[in-house]
């Protein structure tokens, strides 16, 4: 008797499994339809912006450098990065660049 229920909750996770797999990633909307779609990009996405106000961009400008910051998305991966440099007062020179950050999207179901 348990082998049977064993077996067909095998067969049940088997089948949630392909419909999650195939089903969500090849019919067009089903994933926005079961967890809603992603909220807009920022409207300024690739452009460099100079951060006075954050305290990191405060301690930079002490230091004689600026802090700049910019949403980037990645089509390839579909994910939207956070990306900061800092320049040379002076020289407008690149100095330091900070690893990218991922910014995670919201869903809104509609």
Same mark, same amino acid.
């Given at each position: 008797?348990?082998?049977?229920?064993g077996?067909?909750?095998?067969?049940a +996770?088997?089948?949630?499994?392909?419909y999650?797999?195939?089903?969500?990633?090849?019919?067009?909307? +089903?994933?926005e339809?079961r967890?809603?779609?992603?909220?807009?990009?920022?409207?300024d996405v690739?452009?460099?912006?100079?951060?006075?106000?954050s305290?990191?961009?405060?301690? +930079?400008? +002490?230091?004689?450098?600026?802090?700049?910051?910019?949403?980037f998305f990645?089509?390839?991966?579909?994910?939207?990065?956070?990306?900061?440099?800092?320049?040379?007062q002076a020289?407008?020179e690149?100095t330091r660049?900070?690893p990218?950050?991922?910014v995670?999207?919201k869903?809104?179901?509609?």
């Open positions: 008797m348990g082998f049977i229920i077996f067909l909750v095998a067969i +996770a088997i089948g949630g499994l392909f999650i797999l195939v089903i969500y990633r090849n019919v067009p909307g +089903a994933m339809q967890f809603g779609v992603l909220e807009e990009l920022p409207e690739g452009q460099w912006k100079v951060d006075t106000e305290d990191e961009g405060k301690t +930079a400008q +002490a230091r004689g450098l600026k802090r700049e910051t910019r949403h990645e089509v390839q991966k579909n994910r939207l990065l956070k990306q900061v440099r800092y320049r040379n020289t407008n690149i660049i900070d990218d950050e991922v995670k999207r869903r809104i179901r509609s």
